[in-house]
């Protein structure tokens, strides 16, 4: 079993619609977790950071991580064809910025 | 702010040749992270660096990979001899602190496919 599991898609939505992409993982130790976004040829970029079990909001992404099912999601409300692109979640278990371990991404269209 | 700059953008070379890919991290950024991302694999670290110091190299696929920091401002990832596998997108990246949860601010990116 891999540490971190994400279903890689696509997904196609139309644009408006409310997106919900997902991490399964493995190691109860993971205590950071994050969300890339990484756009068609291009470097991934932080688009949400979380620590430990809880919601964060930044606008029209909520990041939710829930520890006692090993489970994360990122959720994009009101999406725009702008949203395109692969989402990667990462986590961290701590200690150093070496432990990062990546999902392999969910790659979302949104269709206007 | 540049950004992290990688060079070359893209590589195409063939078996067996020397490949190095290079590396300018943010300027005052202490930590420096080679990935590799394949459909396959996903991404994948291989090695990063705190200050100029080499910490963990277990990514590192073979002994056909190797990886230096000079300087804060510069960094390379050599492979000799290539191989077909090889071919991926090889990122590079760095981050102001050395914390778990810190920032990686990553570059755009060197395609390189071996033939």
């Known amino acids: 079993q891999k540490e971190v599991e994400q279903d890689p898609g696509p997904l196609s939505v139309p644009e408006g619609a409310i997106v919900s992409l997902n991490c399964t993982y493995s190691n109860s130790a993971f205590q950071y977790f994050m969300w890339y976004r990484q756009y068609s040829r291009k470097g991934p970029e932080l688009l949400m950071y979380t620590y430990s079990s809880g919601n964060k909001e930044d606008g029209r992404f909520t990041a939710q991580v829930d520890k006692s099912s090993k489970y994360i999601s990122l959720f994009i409300r009101d999406s725009q064809p702008s949203d395109s692109a692969t989402y990667l979640c990462a986590m961290n278990y701590g200690g150093s910025q070496g432990n990062l371990i990546f999902g392999k991404g969910t790659k979302l269209s949104v269709k206007p | 702010d540049a950004g992290v700059i990688q060079s070359p953008r893209h590589e195409v070379t063939e078996m067996g040749q020397e490949v190095t890919l290079r590396c300018k991290p943010i300027?005052?950024?202490?930590?420096l992270f080679w990935y590799r991302q394949t459909m396959m694999r996903g991404l994948e670290l291989l090695i990063y660096?705190?200050?100029?110091?080499?910490?963990?190299d277990s990514g590192m696929p073979e002994d056909r990979f190797s990886a230096k920091m000079p300087n804060a401002s510069f960094s390379t990832l050599k492979i000799q001899p290539s191989e077909p596998r090889d071919s991926a997108v090889y990122f590079c990246a760095s981050s102001p602190l050395t914390g778990a949860g810190d920032t990686q601010y990553f570059g755009p990116g060197t395609r390189l496919t071996v033939l």
């Open positions: 300027s005052g950024h202490n930590s």
């Open positions: 660096f705190n200050n100029n110091v080499p910490i963990d």
